[in-house]
């Protein structure tokens, strides 16, 4: 929202209290993006190869798996239906908030954290046909486990509402709860498909790997000052 100063020139609304500000450089921003992409392309080099890397994976998952109700409810927390309402409710609040200071563009955050959402079909199910790793003995016969579905549901849609939730928090310790909040939330889905034997653990790895650069790029994207 533009608005003008004493001399009459324009100046733009200063950002929301709470809503971080712009980035101080470029090795953050590498960090964030870079390394979980390169972590990405040698995981799924392994597999494909079934390098070392994958070969440990299997051994590992063996002694991992254990079947039981609370590992299912850690795994039920990717599911679809649970993780996109808590999602939807955040994008409403968030823009509800956001219009009400009459930002321009309002609705830009909640969108892009949607986006991210919706396009999870777009990149995890050709990645599932290209690699055709299978999955744990359990399972049984059956391809398209790498990466992990489940896991990148519960990443961008807890993350995401991380994200937008933080410029509303009053005090940096309801900031870090909900953060710390978001993160086990995301470990406990990881273990629980592992745990379950729905998926290989560099499945689920990998999946992060994918999840953090782009909500990595959501966080960069929320720091750019109000245009």
Known sequence: MRHTDPDGRPRTTPPVRGWPTTPSGRPAALLLLGLPALLFAL????VLARGPLARADERLSASLV???APTQFLADLGNITVAVP???LVLLYAARRTRATGRDHWWRPSAAA???MV???LWVIPLKELIARSGPPIMGPGTGFYPSGHTATASLAYGGAVLLLLPWLRGA???RAVVVIAVV???GVGIGLVRQGYHWPLDVVASWCVCAPLLSSLWLR???PAG
């Open 43 to 46: 995981i799924t080099w392994q």
């Open 66 to 68: 254990h079947r039981g």
């Open 86 to 88: 808590v999602l939807a």
């Open 114 to 116: 949607a986006l991210l």
């Open 119 to 121: 396009a999870i079909p």
């Open 173 to 175: 310790l309801a900031r």
């Open 185 to 187: 939330l995301n470990i």
């Open 222 to 224: 929320m720091r750019r």
